[in-house]
């Protein structure tokens, strides 16, 4: 027999016996989490299946982040309604300016190696930062994982992704997911499961790989799974079970030369029309976000500050950061970075989507420009139609916060 | 569900991503009338108002890809769109449409033109184009996928079945 993919590893285990890629599968379901823009709809399906309480509430999460705090009155019943079914089932709950469901979920040990973790939120791909099989649903799905502890799937081929060569300094975690991205195309993974590895991933930190399997929904994929070679967790965890086997079978097979690799920008309004930041450089900007589940961590607002230090944002340009969590906030107040960001310029948002979602906090006006370290930038996905979004780095971002204009970040130190 | 109806083609391109078919600003509510209000607003800002009810909306590759909202597919149900074709669809919007109910089918090869009249046999799995006198079949859909949309949704499927069945997939 052949040897297994990381994706058909842990789906056997959840369902009980060996599966493999194509087959159908009903198989059992460690978590379930959603957000405020999922959540009521998930609940109502729910109720309307006949539930009463999750099948485990310990593990079911809701999280207030995607319109956070309430903008409007409208919003905030929908809050209420997830704090009441909280409250009601005992499922957990994070509320107002905790943070962004995915930092949450990896920051608060609420998933682990090995899993299989169902969100309703497209970005749940995340997790397979630490070796997690999640993916992302929709409400109804989720309230059937809430009402029976099982979902059924089919199980994915798996494409494999080597970054071969360590990256240069100036080029970041993002930089290889958005190059990733553009190389795989927006459907290149639809239906399938991407592992990623290779040289460059060793020596990255979890924030580092959890910025690459977010951007594995932008290629469509069900689970982007990160080989575990040099992860480190705060607890034991068996790395053979997030490992594929030898001889396991890929549908493709991909090098990136990480070595080769200059700071990498999509441009609106699509996340895989990737390109060198070279083809770019001197596109005026309006806006700069710095945030997101992408790149909303205490690593990124450090590599903002850097550039950032003892500098000012460039006049007419605006800077929104968000912390994606209470704690990285904490831990940028106690180590100076948030006093570093705010003197340059920068306005600290809440912990959550923010922007992103286009909900509130800082819609772009008609024509505006803005580069962001989110995750896409369809056409109104900032909340305006008529502005168009760059996706970037956080070094990048802050750059060309400073120059008022898209900049290779080497300028800007330089200067 | 009904197996067979028919309605005049809606067509539009390749990567509709679900914030162009209802955005994220408009998501939050339980009003689902808010939400075919808003549908394919930045894409077509005149669909809603050329959509008649029972219409069937054609697209290219990559339908639905992006959030996993599924006001997605919801508001292109309660505007009155009947089914979505298309070439192939983002994962998460195809389970969304079938556990809401609203009808996808992929056809690989469809040749239409907005106003063209379309028939849809779900049974039979077969799209017509009435105006052009052509027939294709669709891709095939897991049983547990036939039977979720027979029902009407996965909140019928469950309140029926209690749970998944592994021996009915």
Redesign the interface.
């Known amino acids: 027999m052949a040897g297994m993919t990381v994706a058909e590893k842990i789906l056997s285990r959840h369902a009980g016996r060996p599966v493999t890629a194509d087959e ?3 198989i059992d379901v460690d978590a379930a989490m959603m957000s ?3 959540a ?2 998930a609940i ?2 729910f109720r ?3 539930g009463k309480v999750p099948w485990n509430p310990d593990r079911t999460f809701l999280v207030i982040d ?2 956070s705090p309430a903008p409007n009155e ?2 905030a019943r ?1 809050h209420d309604i997830m704090r009441e079914f909280a409250a009601e089932t005992g499922a957990v709950l994070y509320d107002v300016g905790e943070g962004i469901c995915h930092q949450l979920m990896i920051e608060d040990d609420r998933v682990r190696p090995g899993e299989a973790f169902f ?4 970005h ?1 791909c995340t997790y397979g930062a630490l070796g997690a099989f999640a993916t ?6 989720l ?2 994982v809430m ?2 502890g ?3 799937l ?1 199980v994915p081929k798996t494409i494999r992704l080597e970054i071969t060569g360590s990256i240069s300094p100036g080029v970041e975690a993002k930089d290889l997911a958005l190059a990733m991205v553009g190389k795989l195309g ?2 290149g993974a ?2 399938q499961a991407v592992e990623i590895c290779g040289e460059a991933l060793v020596p990255m930190s979890l924030d580092e790989r959890m910025t690459i399997a977010n951007l594995g ?1 932008e290629m ?1 994929a ?1 689970a982007a799974l990160i080989h575990p070679d040099g992860l480190e967790l705060p607890y034991d965890f068996d790395a053979g079970a997030i490992s594929p086997d030898p001889g396991a079978r890929y549908v493709r097979e991909l090098t990136i030369d990480g070595s080769a690799l200059r700071p990498q920008i999509s441009k609106p309004p ?1 996340p895989d029309a990737t390109v060198d930041i070279d083809e770019l450089v001197g596109t005026k900007i309006n806006v700069a976000f710095i945030g997101t589940c992408v790149n909303g961590r205490l690593r990124d607002l450090h590599a903002a500050a850097r550039i950032l230090e003892g500098k000012r944002v460039a006049p007419g340009v605006r800077l929104m950061v968000s912390a994606a969590s209470q704690k990285v906030f904490l831990a940028a107040a106690n180590d100076g970075t948030l006093a570093t960001l705010t003197a340059a310029g920068a306005t600290f948002l809440p912990s959550g989507c923010g922007p992103c ?3 509130h906090l800082g ?1 772009p006006g008609d024509g505006e420009v803005v580069i962001s370290t989110a995750n ?1 930038n ?4 900032m ?1 305006n ?1 008529e502005a168009s979004v760059y996706l970037a780095s956080p070094t990048v971002v802050a750059s060309a916060a400073v120059a008022g204009e898209i900049v290779d970040p080497i300028k800007v130190v330089e200067d | 569900m009904e197996s067979r109806f028919s309605g005049n083609a809606h067509v539009y391109g390749d990567d509709i991503d679900t914030d162009r078919i209802i955005a994220g600003k408009y998501t939050k509510t339980l009003n689902l009338q808010d939400l075919a209000d808003h549908v394919l607003e930045d894409l077509d800002v005149d669909f809603r108002s050329k959509l008649v009810k029972g219409d069937v909306l054609i697209a290219g590759t990559n339908f639905g890809c992006g959030s996993s909202r599924e006001q997605a597919p919801l508001a292109l149900k309660v505007a009155g769109v009947s089914a979505v074709v298309s070439t192939y669809f983002a994962r998460i919007f195809f389970r969304n449409a079938i556990n809401i109910g609203l009808p996808v089918l992929e056809v690989p090869d469809l040749e239409a033109e907005s106003g063209d009249e379309i028939e849809i046999d779900l049974k039979a799995g077969v799209v017509r184009n009435l105006t052009k006198n052509t027939k294709y079949r669709a891709s095939a859909m897991p049983q547990v996928m036939i039977d979720i949309l027979d029902q009407g949704g996965l909140v019928a499927y469950l309140k029926k079945n209690g749970t998944y069945d592994a021996s009915a997939l």
């Open positions: 159908l599968t009903v405020d823009t999922t009521p709809l109502k399906a309307e299946m006949g995607h319109a409208r919003i929908l969100g309703a939120d497209s749940t992302g649903v929709g409400s109804t799905d309230a059937a009402l029976t099982k979902t059924w089919k927006f459907a639809t239906y929904i469509g069900k699509r979602v286009g909900t819609v896409r369809f056409r109104g996905r909340g139609p």
